[in-house]
């Protein structure tokens, strides 16, 4: 059975940094696009970051230059470094995995504030 287990969220003061991770099981991970999303109260679910199986990435522009998506094909692991944290960040953040289904983890909520 595929499963995306998030962790890593909490509460972070603004300017800090958080490191999100997603643990993968029942699928052959490396060949997945993974990919973090996040959704803030009374909005749309958005992609923020993307890896390939071939490691390429992209990034949304309002996270560009502050926060790095990673994966390690050995442990079955996508990561979300985030830097530099703005209150405008706090959402549940969302893990995806995409190959020929689409599966989605349960989520970490992600709160910046003083």
């Known amino acids: 059975q595929a499963q995306l287990l998030e962790s890593g969220g909490g509460l972070v003061q603004p300017g800090g940094s958080l490191r999100l991770s997603c643990a993968a099981s029942?699928?052959?991970?490396?060949?997945?696009?993974m990919g973090w999303y996040r959704q803030a109260p009374g909005k749309q679910r958005e992609l923020i970051a993307r890896?390939?199986?071939?490691?390429?990435?992209n990034y949304a522009d309002s996270v560009k230059g502050r926060f790095t998506i990673s994966r390690d094909n050995v442990e079955n692991t996508v990561y979300l470094q985030m830097n530099s944290l703005k209150p405008e960040d706090t959402a549940v953040y969302y893990c995806?995995?995409?190959?020929?289904?689409?599966?989605w983890g349960q989520g970490t909520q992600v709160t910046v504030s003083s």
């Open positions: 995806n995995a995409v190959l020929t289904s689409n599966i």
């Open positions: 890896i390939t199986s071939g490691g390429s990435t």
């Open positions: 029942g699928i052959i991970f490396r060949l997945y696009t």
